[in-house]
């Protein structure tokens, strides 16, 4: 098995991709943070969710967005699957709940922070 983590970029890019569904969860309530870490700068991106929306595109066929606001993302080239569920319940369940919905494949991987 190989790790991402230990194989460059230029590498991965070449890699088969896997034909598995990635939701990244980027709707949280930030309590702890203050402040919406999915739109923080990260490592010279414009905000870590695309940070990690960039490196996970590398190693799935499709990846997704998880979010209460898909317009807070705009900055992001990636399909975001917006809470249906209230704006006000900030629980994985409803990001789960929607993606279920939304996307009709068997085979998914969910990313979290």
């Known amino acids: ?12 890019e070449k890699m088969a991709l896997h034909p598995i569904v990635c939701v ?14 999915a739109l923080l700068p990260f490592a010279g991106k414009a905000s870590l969710a695309g940070y990690q929306y960039e490196r ?11 979010a209460k606001d898909k317009t807070l993302f705009d900055h ?3 399909e975001v699957i917006e809470d249906e569920i209230g704006k006000e319940v900030y629980a994985p369940t409803a990001g789960f709940v929607n993606i279920f919905r939304h996307l009709k494949t068997d085979n998914m991987l969910f990313a979290m922070s």
Do not use: P
């Open 1 to 12: 098995m190989v790790c991402f983590t230990d194989v460059s970029l230029e590498k991965r």
């Open 56 to 66: 996970l595109k590398t190693i799935f066929e499709r990846v997704y967005l998880s």
């Open 76 to 78: 992001i080239d990636a």
């Open 24 to 37: 990244l969860f980027a709707g949280g309530k930030s309590s702890r943070m203050g402040k919406n870490k």
